[in-house]
Structures are given as structure tokens and as C-alpha cells.
């Protein structure tokens, strides 16, 4: 856990949010400034700052990530008509919080660009 | 490989596409109408037709496609700027090809929301 983050406080419970799903290695919660009716960020509980920052040690950490959000995508009811999973990584990704988060964003259609 | 598939069959080089990337599991090239000025699609070169559809024992396979994508955002220089790693299911998330790619979009700032 890094002391500053945002992300390992609230994984942690030092920080409230609105939890959709919690394990032993992941956790999920839906974000405050919804961009789509469904909005919901999975982030691993180990603190890695960007995605570009895993390595070959944190394969399956990864791998792990993608089968929560499906997870969360299945609970939420999202699959059948579909959704998007974003991850930002650094200033022209739109990064804000430097710890590994994939975004859910489903229950609307969802145009092209992706931004 | 799925007979039919558009991805399985440039993922074999049966259709041509522009490589950016190719090893065992895993190719890389850039998608034919790109979004940003790099625009790049991975796919693993295993034939599943959405994530959503990935299981427990595509955990390794997985994970393994967040770090190709990786390699190729380093090779591409795209890392410190920064960069968007997208995945579109079903309609509403825009998914126009059955078999899991990866968008890396980068070089310019990427908005929000995406899409």
C-alpha cells in the first residue's frame, strides 16, 4: 500500500465509496462522476502506479484484473447488450490517480473515438 | 482458429495488415481507420470472441495481453505522454469484430468520456 493513494485507501475502507465487488486481490466500486449509466472502477489492491508499470511478475495480477471486470460486468447485468473497459495511463491517456484502475462504462451506447 | 474470423486470419497472415508487434500468443498492427495519430490493435492470437468471454483459465493469456500491449506502447514511445488501452464488448461498447482486441490509442491528448 502506498500512503498517499487514493485508491489504496478506499481499497483499504479509509476511504468510503460505493463497493460492487470485493476479493482478496481486487476491488470495485462505482466512480462519482459517472460517464455512462454504469460506471464502475476495478483496481487491483497492490499498489502499481500505471498499467505500462506491470511486468512479467504481475501477469497474473493482470490477467486477474480483466476476469474481475467481467465479473463486475456480469453482476451489473451488462454483457448481453455490451461495454467498455478503459485504462489510462499517464497525461495524454487522462490518467488522474496513479494506481492501476480499468473502467466499466456500460448502459448506453458508447460512440467512437473513445474520446 | 475460427474459420470465418477477420482476426484470426491476419492474425495468420492470411490477410495483410501493418505488424507492429508478433510473437507466440500475441500480434500487434495498426487499425486501418485510426482514431488517434497511433492507433494500434493487440489481439491474442488464441480465437476468443469477447473478453467477457475469458475464464479463469485464460488468466495467464490475459494478463499476457495488458503486457504486449505494454511492449508495443514502449516500442512505440507512447509510454510517457501518455496513452488509452480500450476493450469493446457487444454493441453497446462498439465491438464491430468478434475476436478480443486491445486499442492503444495515443499520441494526442485523449478526451473524456471515452465515447
Same mark, same amino acid.
Given at each position: 500500500?502506498?500512503?498517499?493513494?487514493?485508491?489504496?485507501?478506499?481499497?483499504?475502507?479509509?476511504?468510503?465509496?460505493?463497493? $460492487?465487488?470485493? &476479493?482478496? %486481490?481486487?476491488?470495485?466500486?462505482?466512480? +462519482? %462522476? *459517472?460517464?455512462?449509466?454504469?460506471?464502475?472502477?476495478?483496481? *487491483?489492491?497492490?499498489?502499481?502506479?500505471?498499467?505500462? &508499470?506491470?511486468?512479467?511478475? &504481475?501477469?497474473? /495480477?493482470?490477467?486477474?484484473?480483466? /476476469?474481475?471486470? %467481467?465479473? +463486475?460486468?456480469?453482476?451489473?447485468?451488462?454483457?448481453?447488450?455490451? /461495454?467498455?473497459?478503459?485504462?489510462?495511463? %499517464?497525461?495524454?491517456?487522462?490518467?488522474? $490517480?496513479?494506481?492501476?484502475?480499468?473502467?466499466? /462504462?456500460?448502459?448506453?451506447?458508447?460512440?467512437?473515438?473513445?474520446?
Amino acid at each position: 500500500m502506498a500512503d498517499e493513494c487514493l485508491f489504496c485507501k478506499i481499497s483499504a475502507g479509509e476511504i468510503p465509496s460505493e463497493e $460492487v465487488y470485493s &476479493d482478496e %486481490n481486487y476491488y470495485a466500486f462505482r466512480d +462519482v %462522476n *459517472p460517464a455512462a449509466p454504469t460506471h464502475i472502477l476495478v483496481i *487491483p489492491r497492490q499498489h502499481i502506479s500505471r498499467v505500462t &508499470d506491470a511486468s512479467e511478475t &504481475d501477469r497474473s /495480477l493482470m490477467g486477474g484484473l480483466l /476476469l474481475a471486470a %467481467n465479473e +463486475v460486468a456480469r453482476r451489473e447485468g451488462l454483457v448481453e447488450k455490451g /461495454l467498455r473497459y478503459v485504462i489510462n495511463t %499517464n497525461d495524454d491517456g487522462g490518467q488522474t $490517480v496513479y494506481h492501476i484502475h480499468l473502467h466499466i /462504462l456500460g448502459g448506453r451506447p458508447m460512440t467512437w473515438p473513445p474520446g
